[in-house]
């Protein structure tokens, strides 16, 4: 089992949803901290139907068939093991990073053109963030929950803007990227 597969299993916890209902439901909570392609978002289901983790049933909605996943007992029981599991140390991908760690190779402008995007980026999801906060929670009994992952969210793009800000106040002092002086 991946992590995705356990957290698709935490969402069949909540209701029993379709494919395309996960995938939804992973790019407005999960994908802030759990980015995965919406391929492997459409595969996991069947995975977990073969592990015995979950159930699929046709219905159709109009002349469309679709396929609804609910979760089982034995998958309940296998989020509950992993629940109680350690995590494996937080990995996190940032391309900006990178371009920082390498703008020797590059200009400076470059390099300012990069944190500005940055601080641009972060500034846009702590704005999406904050309206979701005051938005409609589709799962109201688990407000505290979620409000523990937004918290962090949050709290990383203010790290993320303040960086940015002190990142771009150095630069502006810099003629190169390549030993300024």
Known sequence: ????????????????????????????????????????LYDEPK??????????REEFTGKRKRTVYEITDSGRMALRDWLALP??????????MVRVFFADGGD??????????MADGARARLAELEAMEGGEYPFPERRHISRLAMRLQQQ???????????ASAEVARWDATAGPR
Do not use: C, H
């Open 47 to 56: 995975r977990l139907v073969a592990a015995g983790y979950a159930t699929a």
């Open 1 to 40: 089992m991946t992590t995705t597969g356990y957290a698709l299993l935490g969402l069949l916890a909540l209701r029993p949803w379709t494919t395309y209902e996960l995938a939804q439901q992973v790019r407005r909570s999960l994908s802030w901290f759990w980015p995965r392609t919406e391929r492997k």
């Open 87 to 96: 995590s494996a140390p937080p990995a996190m991908e940032n391309e900006a």
């Open 156 to 166: 990383q793009e203010q790290t993320m803007i303040d960086w940015a800000t002190w």
């Open 108 to 117: 400076v402008e470059s390099l300012r053109a990069t944190l500005a995007a």
